[in-house]
């Protein structure tokens, strides 16, 4: 049984850092491809953030380029999201996917389409 379990939300002020990250469990991280989706409140669509592709090419949302950064650990079969310079306006719930299709068509897809993914972590930003 798939499992992805995200951790590392919180509050935190604006211009701050937190580290999400993501535990797979019942899958091998290097077969998917794996990607960070958020649910911001009052929003009816979900954002697609950031996604490490499993043939090893990365997508940023324009969003949060050069503030996020994805990683992934295979052998610890975790995926990580580094955000810095925080903004109020990144307060969401996180989700982590893992999906065995490439970046083109999991971009398009909701998350609730993709082949695994979390149950969220909430970050809010705030002072």
């Known amino acids: 049984q798939v499992q992805l379990v995200e951790s590392g939300g919180g509050l935190v002020q604006p211009g701050g850092s937190l580290r999400l990250s993501c535990a797979a469990s019942?899958?091998?991280?290097?077969?998917?491809?794996m990607g960070w989706f958020r649910q911001a409140p009052g929003k009816e669509r979900e954002e697609v953030l950031c996604?490490?592709?499993?043939?090893?090419?990365?997508y940023y949302a324009d969003s949060v380029k050069g503030r996020f950064t994805i990683s992934r650990d295979n052998d610890k079969n975790t995926v990580y999201l580094e955000m810095d310079s925080l903004k109020p306006e990144d307060t969401a719930v996180y989700y982590c996917?893992?999906?065995?299709?490439?970046?083109?068509?999991?971009?398009?897809?909701?998350?609730?389409?993709?082949?695994?993914w979390g149950q969220g972590t909430q970050v809010s930003v705030s002072s």
């Open positions: 019942g899958l091998t991280l290097e077969s998917y491809s």
């Open positions: 996604i490490s592709g499993l043939d090893g090419v990365t």
């Open positions: 996917v893992a999906d065995r299709r490439r970046i083109p068509t999991l971009r398009q897809l909701p998350r609730t389409e993709c082949d695994h």
